[in-house]
């Protein structure tokens, strides 16, 4: 008599991220360690649905309900606004799909990974002031209103205060996390404020950027970023005096 048993075939894994920029290497680099580490756990038959949300809150909510329609067993997740986020996240969390917050804090998340941007950016403009010998006009470049953000100039201003002949002259300015904002932004500061210094961006983006209005305007001032995420062709290196360096892979692993 023959029997025949059913083989016992293992589901594929599958896993939803939505990150803020596709264009960033940061987020590249996320994404793809991520993919990595899946593979490394539940084999090569996982599958990654990827999506960027370009800090656009509704976008990323429609991200999330995505994955849910598409039967996702975890989703990972860089907040585009950790408290506006919230309740589509815990409303995943009880319909049963835990969610990974990464590099940006989300409320209701099942876990949270994240590095101290605060200390990062201290870091960073602990670096700056120092370079430009604790006196001069500072201006801070922002970003998106993310946790990972807020935190990086908050530091950077903690650092700054202990210098009382710094004057940082804005820090307000929205670089918007890119190469374009950082150009645009950098371009208006020196039309608004005479004798720049230094300058803090909130990534590396932003920086590069900062970098191309400092040149076009011939200017000598420094630009301190966090991130560190090297690219081909980079030459902001010989104008930046500080790349902190926050890995995204050690974020995801």
Same mark, same amino acid.
């Given at each position: 008599? +023959? ?24 987020? @590249? $680099?996320? &994404?793809? $360690?991520?993919? %990595? ?7 090569? !038959?996982?599958? +990654? +649905? ?10 990323? /909510? ?9 039967? &996702? %067993? ?20 009880? !319909? ?10 989300? !409320?209701?998340? $099942? ?20 370079? *430009? ?15 990972? /953000? ?19 002259? =804005? ?22 404020? !005479? =004798?720049?210094?230094? &300058?803090?961006?909130?990534? =590396? ?17 420094? *630009? ?15 104008? *930046?005096?500080?790349?902190?360096? @926050? ?7």
């Amino acid at each position: 008599m +023959l029997l025949c048993l059913p083989l016992q075939v293992q589901a594929t894994i599958t896993a939803g991220v939505s990150v803020s920029d596709l264009n960033n290497p940061y987020f @590249v $680099t996320m &994404v793809r $360690t991520i993919r %990595d580490e899946m593979t490394a756990v539940f084999g090569r !038959d996982t599958r +990654l +649905l990827v999506r960027s949300s370009a800090y656009d809150h509704p976008r990323q /909510v429609r991200h999330l309900k995505e994955f849910e329609a598409e039967a &996702v %067993d975890m989703i990972f997740v860089v907040a585009s606004d950790e408290h506006k986020i919230g309740p589509t996240v815990k409303q995943v969390v009880k !319909d049963g799909t835990p969610v990974f917050a990464i590099d940006v804090r989300a !409320d209701g998340a $099942t876990a949270t990974v994240t590095t101290d941007n605060i200390q990062a950016g201290r870091i960073a403009c602990e670096g700056l002031a120092k370079a *430009i010998g604790g006196t001069g006009n500072v201006v801070i470049i922002n970003g998106p209103q993310v946790s990972s /953000v807020i935190e990086r100039v908050q530091g950077c201003k903690s650092a700054l205060g202990k210098y009382p002949a710094l004057s940082m002259v =804005d820090d307000s300015l929205n670089g918007t996390a890119s190469v374009e904002g950082g150009l645009e932004t950098m371009a208006y500061a020196l039309q608004v404020y !005479d =004798d720049i210094a230094g &300058v803090f961006t909130i990534n =590396d983006r932003t920086a590069l950027g900062a970098e191309q209005a400092l040149l076009q305007a011939n200017s000598p001032a420094l *630009i301190v970023s966090v991130d560190a995420v090297q690219q081909p062709n980079w030459r902001f290196q010989k104008v *930046i005096g500080t790349g902190l360096g @926050v890995q995204p892979s050690f974020l995801t692993k």
